[in-house]
């Protein structure tokens, strides 16, 4: 009765209203006001602060600046193996596996197609046919930056309109197509185990998605798809990150999805639904990895990637083409189930 009470909400309420006024109260000065809520959301989401550089809940002005808090450098350390890919982020693995064709799991029972979270961009999904994928929830409590796997060079970024679903498992399992019809930024990448998509997913109440390199991309909201494409890594103007770098955040929690080539990365055997994710810490490993002689030359890249400091706002973006607007698909409301589930 009480998930079935919490998918209607999800239907009923006004979901883009609810993230603005969200992301409004979030960026406001409010002296006392702001360190009691603060407080009160370490204490019910059980937030360790002693991660943090500021483990002091009154040094943070605002709610964001503590939702987007930094950790302190020995908090996450990455693994420095360069034939595995590292979580991109604190959560948990909501599904991972194998794409089969353009199908991708999202719940039991529940598949949706590769062509349609990236935007009916057919050209992008023929790269991921066949590959692998890796879901990972980041839950209220969580450090909510988002970092590089690998090392990789931005090729492409798309901004993706649409609904603000809740994305927990409760309705990850319930509504139907659930992250290729919510909001979206699609990232992709040239990396030495192939193209590598990294997508950020918005949510009820995620104020705002942001990238290193471009700031805030979204909001303003404006309905249309938009594509932003960078040169390659030996060009003027190119954007190279480094493995474990910061790529982006979100204001107020989400969903990350990582999207591989067929034959390129074996995921972890030990990663499973639901298993709990650290940032730093192995997702997959090259299926060309071999162990070197232990005298052997280190082979570097052809392209070494310069570091990318993060940026608060956009300087400049590059110019956006504006696409189509995205089809919004009618779904019935679906039939809950009778798992309780935290929202």
């Known amino acids: 009765m ?105 719940a039991k029972g529940h598949n949706y197609s590769l062509e349609a979270l990236l935007a009916g961009n057919y050209i992008m999904a023929d790269l991921f046919r066949n590959g692998s994928f890796a879901t990972t929830y980041l839950s209220p409590r969580d450090y909510h930056r988002v970092h590089m796997p690998c090392n990789g060079i931005l090729r492409e970024m798309i901004y993706v309109p649409g609904d603000l679903f809740s994305v927990n498992h409760l309705t990850a399992q319930n509504v139907p197509n659930l992250f290729a019809r919510n909001e979206r930024v699609i990232c992709l990448f040239d990396t030495e185990f192939g193209p590598m998509a990294q997508i950020l997913v918005g949510a009820t109440i995620v104020g705002s998605i942001e990238t290193v390199w471009a700031g805030t991309v979204t909001p303003p909201r404006e309905g249309v798809i938009k594509r932003w494409t960078y040169p390659a890594g030996d060009q003027e103007g190119s954007v190279a990150l480094l493995k474990g770098q910061e790529m982006g955040r979100f204001k107020l929690g989400s969903t990350v999805i990582n999207l591989f080539a067929a034959g390129k990365v074996t995921l972890m055997e030990q990663l499973k639904n639901l298993s709990v994710t650290k940032l730093g810490e192995p ?49 019935v409301a679906p039939k809950a189930d009778n798992t309780q589930e935290k929202s």
């Open 2 to 106: 009480l998930n079935s009470f919490k998918l209607s909400l999800q239907y009923i309420l006004p979901k883009l209203w609810l993230t603005r006024l969200a992301g409004w109260g979030a960026s406001k000065r409010a002296g006392w006001l702001t360190k009691l809520v603060i407080d009160l959301f370490v204490k019910f989401y059980k937030v360790d602060m002693k991660e943090a550089q500021k483990p002091d809940t009154a040094s943070y002005r605002t709610f964001n600046d503590f939702f987007v808090r930094p950790l302190r450098e020995d908090a996450r350390p990455v693994n420095t193996d360069p034939s595995v890919l590292v979580m991109p982020a604190d959560g948990v693995i909501s599904q991972l596996g194998a794409i089969e064709d353009d199908k991708i799991l999202q």
């Open 283 to 331: 997702l997959a490993v090259s299926t060309e990895a071999v162990v070197e002689p232990e005298a052997a030359p280190v082979v570097e890249p052809a392209v070494e990637p310069v570091v990318v400091e993060p940026v608060v706002e956009p300087v400049a973006e590059p110019q956006a083409e504006t696409v189509v607007e995205p089809v919004v698909e009618q779904d």
